[in-house]
């Protein structure tokens, strides 16, 4: 039997049966916990000793449970792999098969008339199966993401498209790594476009090298994101996928505009899709967000001042010279400003700039360099530390950054942007974003680009609490640093 190369990867992580199994038994362990709740904690209401009953007149009635439990959960899809169906959707579904349940439960206690049965105890099976079942979720989802993220359960996936629609697919690919999606490549109709790597994503040629990338690169997945007005083409690419038995997955051109301004309706069976216009960083998540900014960094002042003594004397100490770097930056809009930084170089170390980018031959536009020779020897303790950025604390304080938010370029870099790069600067800069807790300084510029534009696509204050907690780990650890 044939399986295809997302039932693959997934079978990696757990088995199909696993998942209806633990809700099976948590209908039992729900009965289990409302039997105690009712009868021996006696929660809400007192049992008096004649009407005190044994566990096993319930069995039947937790074996219909379970069952029905089992028939919704399969019915409604909440047993299909499906990548990134947001938790709360999964818990709605719950909570109707679990509603669903009990009031069949209470049905057949009216008709059966049973001498035993206690309608106070199927509100408490109701609640503890809801949570019982939330949490195994949530669990499942966290152990899903941290397997991913050692590579268990990935799928090696190429992309069909290098456009617009292509780089929302490759963003949201970069910027949810726990979705298990490893881009793979791209291909694309340019033979321009088809050549040219976008960070550690590889360009692997036109869509006509598609059936030879797919053995040599052991796709296990395609999406294809190309215009629709390729109909025909498109077909016969799917064709090739699906002879070499790789799954395949197309994106509809409209979701060029970002999912979130898309709704799926239907029409007896029609499918319809909405678009509500732009979403853009409203004003009330702007206001959000500053004041969030506002209230950590003053309620962490006693720490981030102590901190700033203790370097300035330690800069001071090693050349006497200034305490700080002030250079030119673009913020939001393209605005430019003034960032803060504890100097860690040597003075006149712009004047060597741009000919050691030249020796180097990185990326002008990302252009940290490694082994820098002008940086002092406090100066690299800090930069490995990330401390020498916690003046920008001030520019956070200012207003001009974010705690939270794409890395701020110099006018210089943005001069070498694309058009779409230009996206990036929407928002506020940040001392931290999705791009440093990827990989900090060995991100690629492209595809630092790609992860700061699905930030400000998929903004919400949970991301940026992720981000700040996985900024921690990645600082103590100097990962990425120099």
Known sequence: METNGYQAAQKTIEPPWLLPAVDVALAFVSFALAYLARYDWQIIRPVFDPNRAGFEPYLPYAAAFALWLHMHNRGAGLYRPMRGRPVMDEIYGLINGVTNATLILMALSFVLQPLVFSRLMMIYVAVFAVLLMS??????????ARLRARGIGVQRTLVLGGG????????????RKELGYFPVGFLDEDSERASA?????????????????????????VVVALPWSQRERIMKLMKVARKANVEVNLVPDVFELNLRQVQV??????????????????????????VVDLVL?????????????????????????????????????????????FRSMI???????????????????????????????????????????LPQ??????????????????????????????????????????????????????????????????WSMQLDAQILMMTIPRVLLRQGAY
Request: charged share 30%; aromatic share 6%.
């Open 265 to 290: 309706d239907q029409l007896e069976g029609i499918p319809l899709l909405r678009v509500n216009g732009d979403v853009p960083f409203k004003s009330s998540n702007r206001l959000v967000k500053r």
């Open 347 to 389: 003075p006149n170390a712009d004047k060597l700039h741009e000919a050691l980018v030249r020796q180097s031959g990185d990326d002008p536009r990302h252009p940290k360099l490694k082994d820098d020779p002008r940086i002092t020897r406090v100066g690299r303790i800090l930069r490995r530390t990330s401390i020498d950025e």
């Open 297 to 341: 960094t003053i309620l962490t002042a006693p720490v981030w001042l102590l901190i700033f003594g203790v370097v300035a004397l330690a800069v001071w100490l090693e050349d006497r010279g200034d305490l700080f770097y002030a250079q030119t930056r673009m913020g939001e809009n393209g605005k430019p400003f003034s960032i803060l930084k």
């Open 197 to 221: 790597d976008i960070g550690r994503v590889r360009a692997l040629g036109t869509l006509d090298n598609l059936k030879q990338v797919l053995r040599d690169q052991r796709v296990d997945t």
């Open 393 to 458: 604390l001030l520019n956070v304080l200012k207003g001009e950054m974010s705690l939270v938010g794409p890395r701020p370029p110099t006018p210089d870099e943005v001069e070498l942007y694309e058009p779409w790069h230009m996206q990036r600067l929407q928002v506020k800069p940040g001392m931290t974003g999705l791009w440093q807790v990827r990989g900090r300084s060995e991100v690629p510029f492209e595809e630092m680009c790609l992860l700061d534009i699905y930030y400000i696509e998929n």
């Open 135 to 144: 949490a195994a979720r949530i669990i499942r989802r966290f152990i899903h």
């Open 164 to 175: 617009e629609v292509g780089l929302a697919v490759l963003r949201n690919m970069l910027g």
